[in-house]
C-alpha cells in the first residue's frame, strides 16, 4: 500500500510539475542572454558546466549574458563564490526553478533533467554529461538488474532525454559512439548533434599535468588550500578511492546504498603510517557513511563541491567500474581496479564497453591484493605507464585545456545564428 501511495504521489508531482512548466512556458519568451545551469541533479556545482560557467562569467565576450544556478541547497557556503552580480541560486524542484528554465534560452547540464522539463524549439539545451562510460548506459543495457527501473523504462528514457538537448559534448571518438546508440542518436542524425571536443570540466586538469608536486605557484597554491580545506596533513600521501553506485542496491526512501568494499581498518594496519584514504561515494548514493572510527585515516569527501580537487592531491586512485578513470589518466599517476564484483557487475547489472584488458592500471579482486598493490605503488612501482599513455591517446586526445572555450564558442555561435 505504502508502495502505491508513494507512486502515485510522484506521479501527481510531476504531472503538476508539467502542467505548470507548460503555461509558463506560453508566458515567457526565452531570453537570450540568460542561461541556467544544474549539475548532478542539482546536488553540486561541478563538472562541465562549471567549467563553461567559469568561462563564460570570465570572458568579455559574453560579458552580456547572466546566469541562474539550480541547486538542492542554494543556502550552502559552498556556493559563496557563486554569489554576483551576475548569477542568481534557486532551489531544486521548486516554482524559482520552473520560471529559471522557462525564462533561460540555454539550458546547460551534465545529467537528466526532470522529465517534465522539455525546451521545445525556442530554447538550446546543451548536455554535457558527466562522463566516458566503461558500464553501459541508457540503450546500450540489456541487463534487468536495476532495482527501481526495467530495462524498457531505461531505454525510454534515454530515447527521451536524446529528443530534448539541441547538442551533446563528447570527448573523443570512442564516446561519440557509445553516446550515439544510448540515446539512440542514430535514429535523429546524431553524429550532427554531438559535439566532439573535449570535456569543459578537464580543463583543470591538463593546466596540472607535469606539475604532481605543484611545481609552479599556481598549482603548489591549489594543492595546499585543497589539502587545508579538507584538513590533510601535509606531510601525508594521498589515496582516493572513488566507486560507483550499484544499480541493484537500494532501499524505497531512501535511495541508492552502497557499503565499501574496503576493510578501512584492515587496510590501516598494512599502509605506511603517511598515508591517508579519500572516500568518495558515487552521487546518487543517498546515505551517509559511518567512519568515524577511522578519523585521522579515512575522509568522507562524498560531499565535496569539485571532484578535480580530489584529483589533483592524491597519489593513486582506487576505483571499479566508475568513468573517474578516464579524467584521473590525464594527470599520469598511478591507478588500481578492485574489481571484486565482475562477474556480478558484468552479468546482473550493467555489462561493459570494452573488456578489462583495457584498463591502464592493475586489476586486483580481493582486499589482501588490493593493500599489496597499492604498497608497491607507494614505494615507487609504476608499470602501465605505457599502457595509460596508449588509453590517453585513444580517450583523452581531445582534452587540450580549452576545451571549455571551444564548447562555449561551438554551442553559443551555432545556436545564436539560427
Known amino acids: 500500500m505504502k508502495k502505491f501511495v508513494r507512486k502515485a504521489a510522484k506521479t501527481g508531482f510531476y504531472l503538476y510539475q508539467s502542467v505548470r512548466f507548460g503555461i509558463m512556458k506560453m508566458l515567457f519568451r526565452p531570453d537570450r542572454n540568460l542561461v541556467v545551469f544544474e549539475s548532478y541533479q542539482g546536488r553540486s556545482c561541478a563538472c562541465s558546466p562549471k567549467a563553461l560557467y567559469t568561462h563564460l562569467l570570465g570572458s568579455p565576450t559574453y560579458a552580456e549574458m547572466r546566469f541562474i544556478w539550480v541547486l538542492r541547497n542554494p543556502e550552502d ?196 603510517e603517511d598515508c591517508v584514504v579519500l572516500f568518495r561515494a558515487h552521487y546518487l548514493v543517498a546515505q551517509a557513511m559511518e567512519l568515524a572510527q577511522y578519523v585521522g585515516f579515512v575522509y568522507n569527501v562524498s560531499d565535496y563541491g569539485d571532484i578535480n580537487d580530489l584529483y589533483l592531491i592524491s597519489d593513486v586512485l582506487v576505483t571499479d567500474y566508475s568513468s573517474v578513470f578516464f579524467d584521473y589518466a590525464i594527470l599520469n599517476r598511478p591507478m588500481l581496479f578492485y574489481l571484486y564484483d565482475y562477474a556480478e557487475y558484468r552479468d546482473k547489472m550493467r555489462d561493459f564497453y570494452f573488456g578489462t584488458d583495457v584498463l591502464p592500471g592493475r586489476i586486483v579482486s580481493t582486499q589482501p591484493e588490493l593493500a599489496g598493490a597499492l604498497c608497491n605503488i607507494l614505494d615507487g612501482a609504476d608499470d602501465f605507464r605505457a599502457k595509460r599513455a596508449e588509453f590517453n591517446r585513444i580517450h583523452n586526445s581531445l582534452n587540450g585545456g580549452c576545451a571549455a572555450q571551444k564548447v562555449a564558442e561551438a554551442v553559443f555561435g551555432k545556436s545564436s545564428e539560427k
Do not use: M
Open 77 to 272: 557556503p559552498q556556493y559563496t563564490f557563486l554569489k554576483n552580480k551576475r548569477t542568481r541560486l534557486v532551489q531544486f524542484d521548486s516554482f524559482a526553478a520552473l520560471k529559471a528554465y522557462a525564462r533561460a534560452g540555454w539550458w546547460v547540464t551534465n545529467s537528466r533533467l526532470r522529465e517534465y522539463l522539455t525546451p521545445g524549439t525556442r530554447r538550446v539545451y546543451l548536455q554535457c554529461w558527466h562522463g566516458v562510460p566503461f558500464k553501459k548506459i541508457g540503450c546500450d543495457i540489456t541487463v534487468g538488474g536495476n532495482a527501481i527501473s526495467t530495462v524498457k523504462k531505461i531505454h525510454k528514457e534515454y530515447r527521451q532525454e536524446g529528443k530534448r538537448f539541441r547538442w551533446l559534448v563528447s570527448p573523443s571518438a570512442f564516446c561519440s559512439e557509445i553516446f550515439t546508440s544510448a540515446f539512440a542518436l542514430n535514429q535523429r542524425k546524431g553524429h550532427s548533434r554531438l559535439l566532439e571536443l573535449g570535456y569543459p570540466r578537464n580543463d583543470d586538469l591538463f593546466f596540472f599535468q607535469g606539475n604532481r608536486g605543484g611545481q609552479n605557484r599556481v598549482c603548489s597554491a591549489w594543492i595546499r588550500r585543497v589539502r587545508e580545506d579538507l584538513g590533510i596533513p601535509e606531510q601525508k600521501r594521498v589515496i582516493l578511492y572513488a566507486p560507483t553506485f550499484r544499480d541493484n542496491q537500494f532501499q524505497t526512501g531512501k535511495g541508492y546504498t552502497f557499503t565499501p568494499a574496503l576493510d578501512f581498518a584492515a587496510l590501516q594496519k598494512v599502509l605506511p
